[in-house]
């Protein structure tokens, strides 16, 4: 479509972008709209303010922890790229595919996707979720009438199932291992983005 | 044990009653004079003129079809038999008790009915591995099969139809007036372009395509001779054969739980496509009665022009009485007692105005509930809310029940079919075989405009599941037989069809859809850490979507949303509640920068009393989690087509003695579910959903308005001066994303 092209033609570095990620050109032009849709003050990045403006993220528990996964560095702005290349942890992976080791990992592999999980919780980025990371969690998932004690003690509870090497914190290593019988390809993507 | 007895008790002893009282009747509709007797208004049947829907599919009434209601088909007079042993037995005395049967008749009989449907479906939930097993539409087409033998044997003759006249006029309003009330509208317009497309193209592939196939099929002597139609006829036939029922497919859509698109489509379908088949069985009845050597061209053209009118016309006519009636809710504060009956009384008329005009009756009830649903569901009190949802649940699920148990009974009156295996086996294979192509074909065709695309199993689901259902029926027994001489033929047919949609496929789409889904690693118990883990996975799923905005028609939402909040919802909502919902919209809004002029003009923003605001729940779009789908959770018996979603069908059910996963399962927030029952009318919801989603929005706020208030400190010189400016401005300034 003629519009498709100009719309691509507008985003710099594209074709490495479609490489990386794997999106095809409709798709990147769709991410594109929106972007734009989101940047209101058409600054070219987006800000976490621009998010919280998303309605539907108010209501979703861990809605505000997304938001900062997606400035992860601690960055202030999010520029197109990094919006697209996020979003690509989600698309479903593919099958079967034989992968030169030596390229580096694809985005939407299911250790990329753990990782980007391990990062919402893990918010001070030290590699590891401590008891009050997975405390502050599990309030935040929790209804209201749940106290600080029945928190605690599931705490508890998931600390002393996952923990392995008895330090009390949750590595990266041990969350993986936790998952191991889940089907993470199903549970972390999205069909659309295929 | 004793139980399952007191249904057919029940019958025998109201069908006794019945055959007594027909027996005793005399077709002489005055009332012997000598009697005496008081005059009993209610003697004469209390007939509509016959088939009022005859205007909308030119067929001569029929006197048998003259009755209305679940009146005798002999007219219920006064029983002058009966009448005369009392006035035997008077002689002049005063009788203390007497028998007045003729006098209440109609309405006892009606009440019976109902309170045998209602007893059954009580009866049916007793056993919930049969409920699991056997969807109910099918039990009570099985119990109307058996009622109509039982009413067969104790009086001789089939006293009781599916008269087409109840079913357009009284039944399937209620249905479909629920139906379009509860649509929820965001998701119905999304998928607008996939309905349409099956809608219309599908239903004109499947009549054309079956049609010919059957004259082709007769022609060739596959069915017998003595099927005395022609092409026109098996258009004809055809057309009213493939339209997808609302009413099967909701009854059956309710046990399989299928991903919220899926639903909308094949449930939206289901009710487009009657402008269809109307247009499609006017035109061909007229064919017929001119006979085919007299069409011209000109009336072909003429077809595609009703078509638009019908269903333009008819959402027009809907639309109409939709802004009527969010306008007229606009004034009931001091009358909130009959708030209820505005609503029903307008969709109702919305139905009938357009069965008036001859447009599609269907499509205005539809868009008359969709359009007002916003409005009127602001405007009214919060109790007249839950008038409506109950009434009109209730209404709607005896409609549904007795739509299905006439069904049964229907199909024992052998005087009114004729069997043929031929077009009988002919008509199944061809409808399902190009329902199939139909969805393949136009799938394939709309997955390269869609955002999500429709799969494999997806498709597999909505070919398997077009039923057909009561709407076909009635429309066959509409024909004229007359005009088209293998009637009965076509009576038999579409009563086999629709069983063995019904039963049949009702029946075993549950086990298909379990077969083919993924299989996964069942009956194992969860960890704590997965449990915990998924569930977040689930809520990073909503929240990616929403962020990555996967509803594709931003543009053309966000003008609506605009024009309404302009225009419409200072017209049609109460002033009260539209000043509330600016407020409501400002707090929705909030981000980082506007908090800061609410703070600084010392507002506290997070007063519990607003944020309750009874009109929450119709400013956003909360979808309802009904209890369905809690109940079927627990008890492993729900099937879930979406694979993304946390199948919380586990096989396993939670195990007792592991206390903290029940409290887990209790106490986690509950995603935003891509499977959801919109119209389970067994089980519903407090409201829970709209709870959850308040605390969640709570909380946030208040968390944000912390982050906030640390940054704030650090960057209080630069903020200063932007607050400043902004203090002066609105919050409303900035514009609302999905």
């Not at chain 2, 966000?558 to 225009?567: H, I, S």
Request: hydrophobic share 45%; with cysteine.
């Amino acid at each position: 479509m003629g519009s498709t092209n100009s719309t691509l033609s507008k985003i710099p570095n594209v074709e490495e972008l479609m490489r990386e990620t794997g999106f095809s050109p409709a798709h990147i032009v769709r991410l594109y709209d929106r972007f734009e849709s989101l940047d209101k003050e058409k600054t070219g990045h987006l800000r976490p303010e621009d998010f919280g403006a998303i309605n539907r993220l108010a209501t979703n528990p861990i809605g505000d922890r997304i938001i900062g996964a997606f400035f992860s560095a601690g960055q202030e702005t999010l520029d197109f790229h990094s919006f697209v290349k996020i979003l690509a942890h989600f698309r479903p992976a593919e099958n079967h595919r034989l992968r030169d080791p030596s390229l580096p990992e694809p985005v939407n592999s299911r250790t990329s996707k753990l990782k980007f999980a391990f990062q919402l919780y893990d918010l001070d980025k030290d590699g590891k979720i401590s008891r009050a990371e997975l405390l502050q969690v599990l309030r935040s998932m929790m209804e209201t009438q749940v106290t600080e004690e029945q928190l605690e003690s599931i705490a508890d509870r998931t600390i002393q199932e996952a923990d392995l090497d008895r330090d009390d914190a949750i590595s990266f290593e041990e969350f993986r291992k936790s998952l191991d019988r889940v089907n993470i390809d199903h549970k972390m993507s999205i069909r659309f983005l295929r | 044990m004793m139980l399952p007895f007191t249904v057919p008790v029940l019958l025998l002893l109201s069908a006794a009653v019945d055959a007594a009282a027909a027996d005793l009747s005399v077709p002489e509709a005055s009332l012997h004079p000598k009697l005496g007797l008081r005059d009993v208004g209610g003697g004469p049947a209390r007939s509509l003129p016959a088939s009022p829907t005859a205007s909308r599919f030119h067929v001569r009434p029929r006197n048998e079809y003259a009755s209305t209601g679940i009146a005798l088909a002999r007219s219920a007079e006064e029983p002058t038999a009966v009448a005369e042993d009392e006035s035997r037995h008077r002689g002049g005395g005063f009788q203390m008790v007497q028998w007045e049967w003729s006098y209440v008749q109609t309405p006892y009989i009606i009440a019976i009915w109902i309170l045998v449907a209602s007893v059954a479906k009580i009866l049916f939930h007793f056993s919930q591995r049969f409920t699991t097993v056997v969807p109910e539409s099918c039990m009570l087409i099985l119990l109307g099969l058996v009622l109509g033998g039982i009413v067969l044997l104790a009086s001789k003759k089939q006293l009781y139809q599916l008269e087409p006249g109840l079913f357009f006029l009284f039944l399937l309003p209620t249905i479909v007036g629920d139906a379009g009330y509860f649509m929820p509208a965001r998701l119905f317009f999304d998928n607008l372009g996939a309905i349409l497309l099956y809608a219309v193209v599908g239903t004109l592939w499947n009549a054309f395509c079956t049609g010919f196939c059957l004259y082709g099929a007769k022609y060739m002597g596959v069915i017998d001779e003595k099927v005395q139609a022609g092409l026109m006829e098996f258009l004809l036939f055809g057309a009213l054969i493939s339209a997808v029922d609302p009413v099967a497919v909701l009854a059956v859509f309710e046990e399989v739980h299928v991903n919220e698109t899926l639903f909308i489509i094949v449930f939206g379908e289901s009710l487009v496509n009657d402008a269809v088949t109307v247009v499609l069985y006017k035109v061909y009845m007229s064919f017929v009665e001119v006979g085919p050597e007299n069409v011209q061209t000109a009336d072909y053209f003429k077809g595609v022009a009703s078509f638009l009118i019908v269903s333009i016309g008819g959402t027009l006519v809907g639309l109409i009485f939709a802004a009527l009636l969010a306008f007229i809710t606009r004034f009931t504060k001091r009358v909130r007692i009959i708030e209820p009956l505005f609503v029903f009384l307008m969709v109702y008329l919305a139905y009938l105005t357009a069965e008036l005009f001859s447009l599609s009756a269907i499509l205005s009830m539809t868009f008359c509930g969709i359009g007002c649903n916003k409005y009127v569901e602001a405007n009214i009190s919060q109790k007249s809310r839950t008038t409506v949802k109950y009434t009109m649940k209730t209404l709607a699920s005896i409609a549904e029940t007795i739509i299905f148990i006439f069904l049964g009974i229907s199909a024992v009156d052998k005087t009114k079919w004729a069997w043929d295996t031929g077009l009988i086996s002919c008509t199944l294979i061809f409808i399902f075989v190009f329902r199939a192509l139909g969805v393949v074909m136009q799938t394939w065709v709309l997955n390269r405009f869609r955002l999500v695309p429709l799969d494999r199993i997806d498709q597999v689901v909505m070919s398997y599941g077009g039923l057909r259902g009561a709407v076909a029926f009635a429309l066959v027994v509409l024909l004229d037989d007359a005009q088209v001489p293998a009637k009965d033929y076509f009576v038999a047919t579409t009563i086999i069809v629709v069983f063995f949609t019904v039963m049949f496929q009702g029946l075993t789409i549950k086990p298909l859809v379990n077969w083919l889904k993924v299989p996964r690693a069942t009956n194992r118990k969860p960890t704590i850490n997965e449990e915990i883990h998924e569930r977040a996975f689930d809520h990073c799923l909503t929240a990616v979507e929403d962020i990555a905005g996967l509803n594709g028609y931003h543009h053309w939402r966000d003008k609506w949303e605009q024009f309404d909040k302009n225009y419409l919802s200072k017209l049609l909502l109460r002033k009260s509640v539209y000043r509330k919902s600016e407020l409501w919209e400002a707090y929705q809004k909030i981000n980082i920068r506007d908090a800061i002029s609410v703070i600084d003009q010392g507002g506290n923003v997070l007063t519990s009393a607003r944020f309750s605001l009874p009109s929450m729940a119709s400013r956003t779009s909360f979808q309802e989690v009904t209890n369905v789908t809690n109940y079927l959770r627990e008890n492993g018996s729900g099937v879930c087509l979406d694979l993304q979603v946390i199948d919380n069908v586990s096989g396993a059910k939670v195990e007792e003695e592991s206390e903290t996963h029940h409290f887990l399962a209790g106490n986690l927030y509950k995603p935003r579910r891509r499977y959801q029952s919109h119209y389970s009318r067994h089980f519903m919801t407090p409201g829970e959903h709209e709870r959850q989603d308040r605390e969640i929005f709570q909380r946030n706020m208040k968390s944000r308005m912390e982050t906030f208030k640390t940054t704030r400190h650090k960057r209080h010189s630069h903020k200063k001066d932007r607050s400043q400016k902004k203090a002066g401005t609105p919050p409303i300034s900035t514009r609302l994303e999905y």
